[in-house]
Structures are given as C-alpha cells and as structure tokens.
C-alpha cells in the first residue's frame, strides 16, 4: 500500500509541476493511473490482501485467526461481488468474519474494488495494476523508458520492453535494488514494499510485454 501511495504521490507531484517529458505526456499518465481497475487494485491492497492475500487465494497473515474459514476470493459476477463487499459474508451465505464495508468505503471505492476483483485470477492483469501503481513514472506508461521522470536520472531507465533480461533477473533486480545487481541505485528495493507473489505477478506483466525489436 506504500508503495503504491508514494507513486501516485510521486506521478501527482510530477504532473502537477509540469515537468517536461522525455516522451509521455501529462495525459497519458493521468489517463494510465485513473483506470478503474488500478484505483481498485490500490482499494484491495489497502482493505483485503492482509485476510485474502495479494492474490485473493486466502494465504494470508491474518489467515490463521480464522481456524478453516475459506478466504480464497472465487470467481463471481460483478454483482456477487458488490453485495459482499457491501452487505457482508453472512448477506450471501458466506462467513460472518466477511465484514460490511459500505459504511466504509465510497461508492467510487467499492466500484473500484469490485472492477480489480473481475481481473484478480489474472496474474498478467495484477501484475499490470502493479506496474501502474508503482513503475509508470520513471518506466513510462509503455515500459518503454520514457516516464515522465525518466530525464531526472543518469543514467535513464531502461526500455523494459527491449531488455535482454530474464525472468529471475527481473525479479531479483525488483526486489533486491538496482545498486544490488551492479546498476543504477536510482533503482529501489521493492522488495521493502512488495511481497515475492506480487514481484512474479509484476515480473509476469514485464514478460508479457518484451518486444526485443522495440530497441534499446
């Protein structure tokens, strides 16, 4: 959730100092970090992951203090999923320790959540809410290196899209630093702020997206 706080902070501040950029523009990142599904995945990981986990698979810290009560999230309709999220556990059948959070949360809130829980089995789909939340600034909106921050740093982040890089390079280089792997230390331990199931759902989206003739 910090994380995710401090790069929409991060893109807001941006935004709102105009800075010049080195290929987005102020609109497609406001247009990238304004998606529903992205405000929802902020909402889940806020209100649901520390009961359902960041997968919403029901491994989770606070998993155990609810003795063989299933937390795994199932694939439901929109509407399932408002009612619950709404009225509780115990409006559809389902466990008393499911909470209302109408009272709680706003409208545009528990649409938002309802929006990320359509894509929750999806860990390309997660791992792009990730990358939203969190990367976009420095990266760009098309992993392509071209954030709107990205003339701030020498050297600049790299087109992700073109990286030679595998899958556990990503993954190391996401959690431990870049400094950590012998590059940038502009680079931060993620590792601090995201949990290894997010990291592979992140390192899933990056790999989904490599395009090796998009260049360097």
Known sequence: MEAAIKGLGLALAVLAAGTAAAGDSREAVEKAISKQVV????????????????????????SKLYGQANLRIQARDPEYYETIIRKGGAAVGRSEFMPPWEGELSEEQISDVVAYLTVLGDQIRRGEVLYKTNCILC?????????????????????????DKNAEYKRMIIKLGG??????????????????????????????????????
């Open 39 to 62: 405000r929802g995945g902020i909402v889940f990981k806020t209100y649901c992951t520390l009961c359902h986990g960041p997968r919403g698979d029901g491994t989770a810290r606070a």
């Open 139 to 163: 990266h760009g909106v098309n992993a392509d290196g071209k954030g709107r921050a990205a003339r701030l740093y020498d050297p600049p982040p790299p087109n992700l899209r073109a990286s």
């Open 179 to 216: 400094e950590a792997m012998g590059r940038s230390p502009v680079m931060p331990v993620w590792g601090l702020e995201l949990t290894d199931q997010e990291i592979d759902d992140l390192v899933a989206y990056l790999e989904s997206i490599k395009d090796p003739g998009a260049g360097s």
